[in-house]
Every structure is written in structure tokens, then in C-alpha cells.
């Protein structure tokens, strides 16, 4: 094999090895309401489907919590979160539909052979009264393994950062 066929498959794995995308529907396109520093967000919150709470017995790995705070510090780092007394400004809720994550071993040992870690939810952004502004649905996956890549630390952490990356750049998309 050449050294050009073998560079083009390994860059080709790779990438199919870490997958995020923003799914909306088509009746949302027209409601898309873009933050920015001038139109923030009073709290952002997380829940779990009956669905994800199921799979979460399974995927012990995976932390809402630490998902949370990856979104709150995206959010925070762009300006988009003013908590003051200001009850008008919406809420965004994340809606965790589905996880997956693979044992430190299988990672390790098999890689991408071994499925994908991944997060689907959908973000809600709501006004004061509770009413429905914008949602869209984000989904991230992380399949590759390996000593460096199929780490606890470093499957999680990637996937925690880019599903907070897809969150705001949907919300300041205008």
C-alpha cells in the first residue's frame, strides 16, 4: 500500500471517528431566535428523558452535572447568560433523549470497533411564561479508542466540549 492510501483511510476514520451535528425541524427554521450579548438567556438547565434516565443505569460514565457545566462555562465565555432579576429573558433547557459510553477497556482494546460514545438531546429555549422560543436537537459521537484517545477523561471530556461547541453556535447562529 502507498504511503497516500494509507494517510487517506487513517484521515478518513478519524473523522468519522468524531461526529457532532444540529438537527432542526423544519417548522423551527423560521422561529430561530440568535443570542448574543445584547440578548441573553436568564438560566440554562438540563433534564433527562424517562428514555435517557433508563440508559443512564447503563452508561454510569456518563455525568449530567459535568454536561451542565460545560454548557453553563460556553455560555458564560460568550456572554450569553445574565441571571440578574431580569425575569424576561428566556430559559434554555437541555433535554438529554439519549447516551452511550463505552467501558475504559473496550475503548481501549477495540476503538472504534466497539460503537461510539455519544450524546443526543434536544435544546429548549422557553420565555418567561414557559412558552416554546427555538428547539433543535444536538448530537455528538466520539468512536475512536486507543492508549490516547480511549481515556475515561479524554472520550468524555471531548464529547461534553463539543456538545457545549454545537449548543452556542446554534444559539448565536443569526
Known amino acids: 500500500m502507498s504511503k497516500k492510501l494509507v494517510s487517506t483511510i487513517v484521515t478518513a476514520f478519524f473523522l468519522a471517528g468524531c461526529l457532532s451535528g444540529v438537527t432542526r425541524a423544519p417548522t423551527m427554521t423560521a422561529t430561530h431566535v440568535a443570542l448574543s450579548a445584547n440578548n441573553q438567556i436568564a438560566s440554562v438547565s438540563l433534564s433527562l428523558t424517562d428514555e435517557a434516565k433508563k440508559k443512564a443505569t447503563e452508561n454510569l460514565k ?15 465565555a460568550n456572554s450569553l447568560v445574565n441571571s440578574s432579576a431580569d425575569r424576561s429573558r428566556p430559559n434554555l433547557e437541555i433535554n438529554v ?58 472520550r468524555m471530556g471531548w464529547l461534553y466540549e463539543k456538545f457545549a461547541e454545537e449548543t452556542v453556535k446554534e444559539l448565536t447562529r443569526e
Do not use: C
Not at 473496550?106 to 427555538?134: H, Y
Not at 448530537?139 to 492508549?147: I, K, T
Open 62 to 76: 456518563f455525568n449530567p452535572e459535568e454536561l451542565l457545566s460545560h454548557v453553563r462555562r460556553a455560555l458564560e
Open 97 to 154: 433523549k439519549d447516551m452511550r459510553v463505552r467501558s475504559n477497556f473496550s475503548a481501549v482494546m477495540w476503538g472504534f470497533m466497539a460503537g461510539a460514545d455519544s450524546i443526543t438531546a434536544d435544546i429548549v429555549l422557553k420565555n418567561s411564561e414557559g412558552r416554546e422560543l427555538d428547539r433543535y436537537g444536538v448530537s455528538v459521537s466520539y468512536a475512536l479508542g486507543g492508549l490516547a484517545g480511549g481515556q475515561d477523561s479524554a
